[in-house]
């Protein structure tokens, strides 16, 4: 095989229990790069909160792309080249909001290793605790002017399939998007062009 580059994705794959990347991946990471084999992330997250926390993970210096906020953001480092494609349009932000506004969930919006949140509550604690980045309340109606990478919805894990059910009702013939479930407790929604995969 001619392997030329490793592509993996970070929750529950690259990371351990403890939230580090373990010294034998580490380890593993460098022989490949030492074979001239190029290692990348390719993960939900958005590209400044992966940044700020390669050092955390024991990565720090070893990656060389970045495919992040679900392929919404890639940064190359052998190249020096930085890409963001295809935002959700705040105004159908707004509609998806809206259309879950009664249910017992909350919502994120990553930006600049921020999630930003209509409101405070567990949900949005939780996210911001798990995924070791900050959050900011914020008005939607003004925030939403301008479009933005995604819409994560958060939610009580025993509560997700009442959130998948309604997202089955969702339509809008005049924006593109795509949803799914990311994680036991995470609903996402963005353009439905966005794919963590390289093509």
């Known amino acids: 095989m001619n392997v030329k580059a490793i592509m993996c994705d970070v929750d529950g794959t690259l990371l351990n229990k403890d939230q580090i990347v373990s010294p034998f991946t580490v380890e ?6 030492e074979k001239g084999i190029l290692f990348g992330l390719s993960t939900g997250r958005d590209l400044p909160s992966v940044k700020t926390l390669l050092k955390i993970w ?8 970045i495919v992040g906020t679900g392929g919404a953001e890639i940064h190359d480092y052998i190249l020096d080249t930085f890409k963001s494609n295809y935002p959700l349009d705040g105004k159908l932000i707004q509609l998806i909001v809206s259309h879950y506004e009664d249910m017992d969930v909350n919502f994120a919006i990553p930006k600049n290793g921020t999630l930003y949140s209509p409101k405070d509550d567990k ?12 959050y ?64």
């Open 28 to 33: 593993m990471i460098k022989k490949a790069r």
């Open 58 to 65: 024991g990565i720090e210096g070893l990656v060389d792309i």
């Open 123 to 134: 949900h949005i604690q939780m996210l911001a605790t798990a995924d070791r980045v900050p």
């Open 136 to 199: 900011e309340v914020v008005n939607y109606d003004e925030f939403l002017k301008e479009p933005q990478s995604k819409l994560i919805i958060i939610c009580d894990e025993d509560y997700m399939e009442k959130v998948i059910e309604r997202s089955t009702t969702f339509h809008n013939d005049q924006f593109k998007s795509s949803s799914l479930k990311t994680a036991s407790v995470l609903y996402e929604y963005q353009d439905s062009r966005v794919t963590k995969q390289l093509v």
